[in-house]
């Protein structure tokens, strides 16, 4: 079934919420092991059924967010966020007490009921309005960026269809082009400060409600990191700034000298050959025919997956009016079909974000027979293991999308990848800042932007742009406004990636069939096991 024939219909949610409690009580009462994994089943579907519309609902929204109907869904579907999240709340507490405990943990193993001791600690009613008004802040800001102009040469364009002009070899048509995206941002500057002080004072407010010293404690369990701390992250951030910021400092003097400019601004950052970036040679369904090879000569599994994902139409790549920026993969049960989001714009970008996604979707896709919704999708910083090492593992037939530019794209992928993490690191730091210290004042925070970004990426250069020099460069990172401490998971997950890609690449054309396997093993395992334990 194509996804354009999956049919949306709105939950009726006092049905959801009646049939709901009364499988819970089952499971409450149930005399036997086998009546209590009866009734799991029972609740597993009530829930899935319900996530399958809520993921549909979201896709359609952000395909096309300016779309009323799907607009008005999403928001139906925010206002009951607090309901979802007490009946979840009621099935952990169940999980958690009831007494077939041991018997349920041998057979689905202990990160459940891992996952269950986080939410039971991250939710109770006095937070239920702010759930609501957090949900309607995120959606403003993503209507206000995907909806967002850009006036430039005479033509009118979204923030996403900036994109190749940004990294263009005309020097000058990338500084205007960028001194125009980031014009969007000045503009909006007061719009985007209002909703991310809301966004912190609500946050902080829901941590304090719930006993929490702030909200780094209540996100740190609410992104279930049950196996390390925000000191082990700090350990981590001094690390890059140890041993990866000197490596990414030597990379920029030699884009500088390849590009042959006596001082690299913002503007150049993005660009790494004088002749430009290496663009995919084809049209976008070219694109897709090609990645049909590309994963059947990876593996069968690999094959089997993509052919799915392709004669499904299960993906939704160019960049069109009022679509929200971007791209995600998500995974839509009772359909059992992963779904791939992005924004193809023409530029090498569009390779590694289909490759980084379908990383993603192949793990959904290898996970979707867990029993548990919970074990389909490991926590953050694991699934990005499998998206950024799906990234490297496709390399072999980079020549399908770049022909003769092939190894120019490598190289830019393994130092744009490697150069990400000294940013990744800056994001946390920030936002650690931003909620130790919730009373500061937009002016405070983009100081305080400015200052870490310095700690680790010193080569980074303004000129007179006034907006970035005022430390407003990340405004434009959503993951900021809409999920807050999703990020250092790039960063810790990049790391494995390239452990993949350094013994894949170091491998014998004979023994990478091993390395797939470890690949495929640990996609399979999906999120049965915490972090560490992956």
Known sequence: MKFTEFKYVRPDIDKFKADFLEALKSFDSAESLQGAQEALKKINAIRDNVDAMAKICRIRHTINTSDEFYLNEDKFLNGHRPLFKELSTLFYKSLYESKFKPELEKKYGKQLFNIAHCVLNTYNHSIDEDLVKESELSTE????????????????????????????????VRKRSQEARWKFFEDNSEQLDRIYEELVKLRHGMAIKLGYKNYIELTYANLQRTDYNWDDVKKFRDNVKEFIVPVVTEFKKKQQKRLGVDKMYYYDDGVFFKSGNPRPKDNIDTILKNSVTVYDDLSPETGEFFRFMYDNEMMDLPVKKDKAIGGYCTFIPTFNSPFIFSNFNGTEDDIKVL?????????????????????????????????????????????LYFGE??????????????????????????????????????????????????????????????????????????????????????????????????????????????????????????????????
């Open 405 to 534: 530019n092939a190894d120019k794209f490598k190289y830019a992928h393994l130092t744009k990848s490697i150069d990400f993490i000294p940013y990744g690191v800056t994001v946390d730091e920030f936002q650690h800042f931003v909620f130790e210290n919730p009373e500061a004042t937009p002016k405070e925070r983009k100081e305080k932007w400015l200052e870490i970004e310095k700690k680790y990426m010193p080569w980074k250069q303004y000129e007179d742009n006034p907006f970035l020099e005022s430390g407003g460069f990340w405004q434009h990172q959503r993951h900021i406004y809409e999920k807050p401490f999703y990020y250092i998971d790039y960063c810790l997950a990049e790391i494995c990636a390239l452990q993949f890609w350094n013994k894949y690449n170091n491998s014998q054309i004979g023994q990478r069939k091993e390395v797939l396997n470890d690949y495929i093993t640990l996609c399979k395992a999906g999120g049965s096991k915490s972090f560490l334990e992956l």
């Open 141 to 172: 800001y993503r209507r206000l960026t995907s909806s967002g102009e850009v006036e430039f040469d005479g033509k009118k364009l979204s923030l996403s269809e900036m994109s190749p002009y940004l990294s263009s070899n005309d020097r000058d």
């Open 355 to 399: 490759t980084h996604e379908a990383g993603h979707a192949f793990q959904a896709y290898c996970s979707q027979g867990f029993d548990m919704p919970e074990y389909r999708n490991p926590t953050m910083e694991a699934c990005e293991i499998h998206s950024m090492s799906m990234e490297f593992l496709t390399w072999d037939r980079m020549d």
